[in-house]
């Protein structure tokens, strides 16, 4: 059992892990500012998670760039139990979001991971988990895509994630003592089997499954396919789609790595290391929900590549952990979620 500080974690992946965290019996603080979630889904987690976790997550209501809550945020830890470890999910997610406002990104993106090492330095917590993106890897020469690939992002989204990711190199390589993985997500999807706890995009959602999910809960039209011509066998991108329940365990797996092993940095995909196409994500959605998807091909999106596949291997390798749910399954549980949240958790 440790103590454990989890930033974002009201978010779509933080509310997943905290369930499984609490599941396993850690204490929790939970740093957000519900800048792009909202405090239900920590009631739900709550709620999933049984009367045993009820004293062992504290929400603080803060924000990574602020010294002053994260003081808060830390000593919101049972006294003489101070936190060991940090999981990293707070941050600015949208690529579109990001090229229009590239101060912003940059501001919570870098600086806020850089107060948050200042703080937890402070602090003498030297173990963190980062939540970085498939991102970071712009538009890969080969794929299934490999750690060792060039790190080149396209965008500001993608440099933020890329300094912070080389800001943590910098730090684990100035002092003895950090342990820090850098978790690469591939596409993360669905949600907790129940359909309590979800993903929540605020207005139009810029990804597909959220896409396609609210067009078969009647929420949208139709969805428009970016691009039928790419070199794939159906012609429409393929992207490698994980379970954001597998991706929970990935996170799990990794602290007891960190936590158990000598100090080091870690840099490791977290994908199935299976492509799906955007057509094949409607076809088993629809067989998931009953529902019918319509969807019309139009222009390819700028910056897309016609297919981004994890290597999974050295997650396998130096976690054992591999990805154990299906597409099915993300459309199932995704389905389940929408279902019972049509909009979401109401904010
Ligand atoms: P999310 O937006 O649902 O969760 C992020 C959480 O951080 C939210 O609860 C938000 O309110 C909080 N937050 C934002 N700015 C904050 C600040 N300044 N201070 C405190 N809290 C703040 O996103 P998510 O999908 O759960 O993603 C979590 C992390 O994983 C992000 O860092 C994201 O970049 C990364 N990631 C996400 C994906 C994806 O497709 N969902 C893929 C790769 C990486
Ligand atoms: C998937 C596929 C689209 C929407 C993004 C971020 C990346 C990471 C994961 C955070 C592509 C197609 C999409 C639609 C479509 N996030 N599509 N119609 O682009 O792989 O990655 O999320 O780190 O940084 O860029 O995911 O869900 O947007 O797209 O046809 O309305 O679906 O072209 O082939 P992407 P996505």
Known sequence: ??????????????????????????????????????????????????????D?????????????????????????????????????????ESVREPLRYWDVNLCGSRQLLESMQAHGCRSLVFSSSCTVYGLPEQTPISESAAI?????????????????????????????????????????????????????????????????????DCLQVFGGDWPTPDGSGIRDYIHVMDLAEGHQAALDVLLAEPPQLLSLNLGSGQGHSVLEVVRAFEVASGRSVPHTIVERRDGDAASTVADPRLAAKRLGWRTRRCLEEMCRDGWTWQQANPEGYGR
């Open 152 to 220: 080149q992002p396209i965008n500001p989204y993608g440099h933020s994630k890329a300094a912070v990711e080389q800001l943590l190199a910098d730090l684990a390589a100035s002092e003895a003592g950090w342990r820090i993985a850098r978790l690469r997500y591939f596409n993360p999807v669905g949600a907790h089997p129940s359909g309590r706890i979800g993903e929540d995009p605020r207005g139009i959602p810029n990804n597909l499954f959220p896409f396609v999910s609210q067009v078969a809960v009647g929420r949208r």
């Open 56 to 96: 062992r997550l504290q929400v603080v209501e803060g924000d990574i760039r602020s010294a002053g809550d994260l003081e808060r945020a830390f000593e919101a830890a049972p006294a003489g139990r101070p936190i060991t470890a940090v999981v990293h999910f707070a941050g600015l997610k949208a690529v579109g």
């Open 1 to 54: 059992m440790a103590e454990l500080l989890i930033t974002g974690g009201a978010g779509f992946i933080g509310s997943h892990s905290c369930l499984m965290l609490l599941e396993a019996g850690h204490n929790l603080v939970v740093l957000d500012n519900f800048d792009n979630s909202s405090p239900e889904s920590l009631k739900r987690v709550l709620e999933l998670a049984g009367p045993s976790a009820a």
